[in-house]
T-cell receptor, first 115, second 114 residues
Framework: DAGVIQSPRHEVTEMGQEVTLRCKPI?????LFWYRQTMMRGLELLIY????????DSGMPEDRFSAKMPNASFSTLKIQPSEPRDSAVYFC?????????????FGSGTQLSVL | GDSVTQMEGPVTLSEEAFLTINCTYT??????LFWYVQYPGEGLQLLLK?????DKGSNKGFEATYRKETTSFHLEKGSVQVSDSAVYFC?????????????FGKGTKLSVKP
């Protein structure tokens, strides 16, 4: 299995631009999570899905952030318009409760810089 | 609300030194506790976990014991290697068993010198 795949690895954009981060979870996993990592706030859960349905988006910072999961193998996190304070590493993770010992698998992250 | 506090880093040790990274938590109910490790340029990986009081999680020479009385889950290793250099995160589950609903500590960077 290729693991959780995120793209792009690095994204540099200018303030006001739209940014789309992409994630392909591990095949067969029914939970998908988006986390944000910053020096100041550490790791924060933004939103998670179960069977493609958003379950808890209470961590999404504001309306500029949106996430979708149109099918079991793809999710996007969109920021529109982007701001410098959105600069962070964004991680996608997936897991499955049906495989006994539940374990969270993280992607390598997307390093976002908003200038 | 629930929270995790872990010791500030960075921690710098010589190879074969003893490692302790402190972690304490605040939570309602009986959370599961985890240690994750993040190597440079990579995502987090589960290192070990404990699901109830007095459980000891262990992996790759690392150990941590779930201490309900002190609300702690300190990470230890008897002899660190250069390859252990990474950032270590303590975490608790917010909703029972689901690992995704995790609250993480800020992370502790460990550097091991040869």
């Amino acid at each position: 299995d290729a693991g959780v795949i995120q793209s792009p690895r690095h994204e540099v954009t200018e303030m006001g631009q739209e940014v789309t981060l992409r994630c392909k979870p591990i095949s067969g996993h029914d939970y998908l999570f988006w986390y944000r990592q910053t020096m100041m706030r550490g790791l924060e859960l933004l939103i998670y899905f179960n069977n493609n349905v958003p379950i808890d988006d209470s961590g999404m910072p504001e309306d500029r952030f949106s996430a979708k999961m149109p099918n079991a193998s793809f999710s996007t996190l969109k920021i529109q318009p982007s701001e410098p304070r959105d600069s962070a590493v964004y991680f996608c993770a997936s897991s499955s409760r049906d495989r006994g010992d539940e374990k969270l698998f993280f992607g390598s992250g997307t390093q976002l810089s908003v200038l | 609300g629930d929270s995790v506090t872990q010791m500030e880093g960075p921690v710098t040790l010589s190879e074969e030194a003893f490692l302790t990274i402190n972690c304490t938590y605040t939570a309602t109910g009986y959370p599961s506790l985890f240690w994750y490790v993040q190597y440079p340029g990579e995502g987090l990986q589960l290192l070990l976990k404990a699901t109830k009081a007095d459980d000891k999680g262990s992996n790759k020479g690392f150990e941590a014991t779930y201490r309900k009385e002190t609300t702690s889950f300190h990470l230890e290793k008897g002899s660190v290697q250069v390859s252990d250099s990474a950032v270590y995160f303590c975490a608790l589950s917010r909703y029972g068993g689901s690992q995704g609903n995790l609250i993480f500590g800020k992370g502790t960077k460990l550097s091991v010198k040869p």
